[in-house]
């Protein structure tokens, strides 16, 4: 969590004692749809580093992914009344940001993905570099930013935003079989990746 | 449920206690699932590890607040363009609010004098497509080189700038429509007012764009002709004449009617727009030279 909105001058006593503790969803959706400002404060308290990382799985651009978090807090606000409650707001939230991230993947006519994908290929390790190589961190860094980004986010949902793999399907807005044949995917990839490493 | 996807939901901690148990049995005596959980592990790690590094910055839920906020487009749009609307209203002369208005009570007064509605009929679009000649370009524009030199486009000046000298004109040619009513029964108002408003619309537009590429004089004899044309009476002028009465037939027939007259007036004010920035070109020669 983000420790951003800590010290905030013009927050009241009750606010900052609120922001300590962890913020009820539901009270915070309702405090949304009645269009509470400090909902969105205490929203991004809770989840803004979550939405923030997911951004940024998808699209490997910090400014990019400042955007699309912005824009999902806005979309959040403007569509609260549409949560009806029936999965975790988290999920939705997810939802919202991987909606917004294709947009803009799609509307930029020089994807920056395409060109962190290449430069990933394109960085062979130098001699100095080979040695560390087989630090675990590297290969496994190197693996998961050499997946494709539809690939890179059912990582992020599951590992680090911890959904199961229905929710993974509804923020993805596909099957759930493709998740799963998504996460197969990805670990040959990395096994792959791995044995490469090995030989080495 | 299979064991990987089991195992994925192990090392994503998903798992209840009692499906944990389970499956730890099965991962003691399974190499591959081991395997594979090292690895979903070290994945899980490194996303961990790198989310950790990149905070997400402080100041976006306030950024946030700021475009919630913030006044919508269609209110910006309409701020703009009542913005434009003043404006342009201070550039565009005097004289032709007051001499419209003048003329157009003669003509009333002329029409109630002879108690025929063809008066109006005849001279509001003259009024009309006169005052719309006289709104744009270096002739009419005390400050033509300043208009030209703003950031805001030629067309969306002239656009401006049309749509006050036709809503006054609209305004006017009403009031002398209800003045009418002097002489004629309320039911006729509807149709009165159709008689002129499409010729007018036309006439205008189709002085507005000439004006645009020959100048003042030039259109309003052009358009002035053209109107005028329609009240020919070739028996007048003799039987050689008599061939082209088919002709003039047609030609009147498009003067009353509505639909055509519409849909020509806006493709000239659509064409006279998109003129407009291309006289802006000429002028910045001129200006050059």
């Known amino acids: 969590m983000p420790t951003a909105d800590l010290a905030l001058p013009w927050k009241s006593q009750e606010t900052q004692a609120a922001m300590t503790q962890p913020v009820d969803d539901l009270d915070l959706i309702r405090r949304l749809q009645a269009g509470d400002d400090d909902a969105v404060r205490d929203l991004y308290a809770q989840y803004g580093q979550r939405l923030y990382a997911y951004a940024l799985r998808l699209t490997n651009d910090p400014a990019t992914a400042e955007d699309i978090t912005q824009n999902t807090l806005v979309t959040a606000w403007r569509t609260a009344r549409t949560f009806r409650g029936e999965g975790r707001l988290i999920a939705w939230l997810l939802g919202i940001v991987h909606h917004t ?5 799609r509307n930029s006519t020089n994807y920056l993905d395409d060109v962190a994908e290449e430069t990933i290929s394109e960085d062979q390790p130098s001699p100095e570099e080979q040695a560390q190589v087989k630090d675990e961190r590297r290969w496994v860094r190197q693996g998961i930013q050499s997946l494709s980004s539809e690939h890179r986010a059912v990582l992020e949902l599951v590992f680090y935003q911890e959904l ?23 670990r040959n990839h990395l096994r792959g990746v791995l044995a490469r490493t090995e030989e080495r | 449920m299979n064991h990987e996807e089991q195992l994925i939901r192990y090392a994503a901690n998903q798992l209840s206690e009692n499906e944990r148990a389970e499956f730890e049995q099965h991962l003691a005596n399974c190499a591959d699932c081991q395997t594979d959980l090292l690895l979903w592990k070290s994945v899980a790690d490194e996303i961990h590890a790198s989310n950790a590094t990149v905070p997400a910055p402080v100041h976006l839920a306030d950024s946030a607040l700021e475009a919630i906020h913030a006044p919508s487009k269609l209110t910006r749009a309409f701020k703009s363009m009542t913005q434009l609307l003043r404006m342009q209203l201070l550039l565009i002369h005097n004289e032709l609010w007051v001499g419209s208005a003048a003329l157009m009570f003669i003509f009333l007064a002329m029409a109630l004098l002879v108690a025929r509605v063809e008066v109006l009929h005849f001279f509001v679009p003259i009024v009309a497509a006169g005052t719309v000649t006289l709104i744009y370009g270096s002739e009419h524009d005390p400050a033509a080189e300043l208009t030209f030199a703003t950031p805001i486009s030629p067309w969306k000046i002239l656009l401006a700038r049309l749509t006050l000298v036709s809503a006054y004109n609209v305004f006017l040619a009403l009031c002398a429509t209800v003045g009418l009513l002097l002489i004629l029964p309320p039911q006729a108002l509807g149709e009165l007012i159709l008689g002129w408003l499409a010729p007018m619309t036309f006439l205008s537009a189709l002085a507005l764009l000439l004006s645009l590429w020959i100048g003042t004089s030039n259109a309003l004899f052009i358009s002035y002709t053209l109107w005028a044309a329609q009240y020919l009476a070739l028996t007048s002028v003799g039987e050689w004449f008599a061939f082209l009465a088919p002709w003039l037939e047609s030609y009147r027939q498009f003067w009353n009617d509505p639909a055509l007259l519409f849909i020509f007036g806006f493709a000239l004010v659509l064409f006279a727009l998109w003129s407009a920035g291309r006289e802006q070109v000429q002028w910045r020669r001129t200006i050059a030279l």
């Not at chain 1, 807005?173 to 998504?182: A, Q």
């Open chain 1, 101 to 105: 991230a294709m947009k803009a993947i």
């Open chain 1, 164 to 186: 199961s793999l229905n929710e993974a399907a509804q923020v993805l807005n596909i099957p759930v079989g493709t998740v799963k044949s998504r996460l197969s995917y990805a």
